[in-house]
């Protein structure tokens, strides 16, 4: 099983700031398959970056996503009111072939 | 657009079963998986399997082998996920949400929560 740590598990910031929010896999995963997700209280994940890089349809460009192999890192240039939340990075591959990190929970200073 | 709209709140028993349905809307239902995921409240996503809604073939995580079925009806669009001998343990969110090929899941229910207790 591929077992995802995501770093800080609590990150707080001001708006305006950048966050750097880090996911680390216990084996190489296919960038492909590295997909980020935004999820506030009450309600359902919202995707966010898939195939490690990709931002998903109507997702601002201060979100972007990078890495590869183990280290993967979803980045916000310049927080907005809107982005305090939870964010969770989730993998595919190897039995079971869909995991996710823990969560770091985006809150404000 | 794209829309996954689940059935309400339940509560069950230890040992009861439950049904949680999900409709699809806004896109040709056999193209792509649907997966159904859980999350305890305040704690993180678990992936409990997969139906193909163009052959209803599944795909269930080793935890929830011989507890999850879930099937689809392609007349209504919606697939459904039962999950039987329930234990308090099994109280969360339950979503179900749609899989393009990349790996991930794009659009979700809006969750339903299922609490067991005696």
């Given at each position: 099983e591929?077992?995802?740590?995501?770093?800080?598990?609590?990150?707080?910031?001001?708006?305006?700031?950048?966050?750097?929010?880090?996911?680390?896999?216990?084996q190489s995963v296919r960038s492909t398959y590295l997909t980020w997700y935004q999820q506030k209280p009450g309600q359902a994940p919202r995707l966010l970056i898939y195939s490690t890089t990709n931002r998903a349809t109507g997702i601002p460009d201060r979100f972007s996503g990078s890495g590869s192999g183990t280290?993967?890192?979803?980045?916000?240039?310049?927080?907005?009111?809107?982005?305090?939340a939870v964010y969770y990075?989730?993998?595919?591959?190897?039995?079971?072939?869909?995991?996710?990190?823990?969560?770091?929970?985006?809150?404000?200073? | 657009q794209v829309q996954l709209v689940q059935s309400g709140a339940e509560v069950k028993k230890p040992g009861a079963s439950v049904k949680v349905s999900c409709k699809a809307s806004g896109y040709t239902f056999t193209d792509y998986y649907i997966h159904w995921l859980r999350q305890v409240p305040g704690q993180g996503l678990e992936w409990m399997g997969w139906i193909n809604p163009n052959s209803g073939g599944t795909n269930y995580a080793q935890k929830f082998q011989g507890s999850v079925t879930m099937t689809r009806d392609t007349s209504i669009t919606t697939v459904h996920m039962d999950l039987s001998r329930l234990r308090s343990d099994d109280t969360a969110i339950y979503y179900c949400a749609r899989g393009p090929n990349w790996g991930g899941f794009d659009f979700w229910g809006q969750g339903t929560m299922v609490t067991v207790s005696s």
């Open positions: 591929i077992v995802l740590t995501q770093s800080p598990g609590t990150l707080s910031l001001s708006p305006g700031e950048r966050a750097t929010l880090s996911c680390r896999a216990s280290d993967f890192t979803l980045t916000i240039s310049r927080l907005e009111p809107e982005d305090f990075c989730q993998q595919y591959g190897s039995s079971p072939p869909y995991t996710f990190g823990q969560g770091t929970k985006l809150e404000i200073k | -």
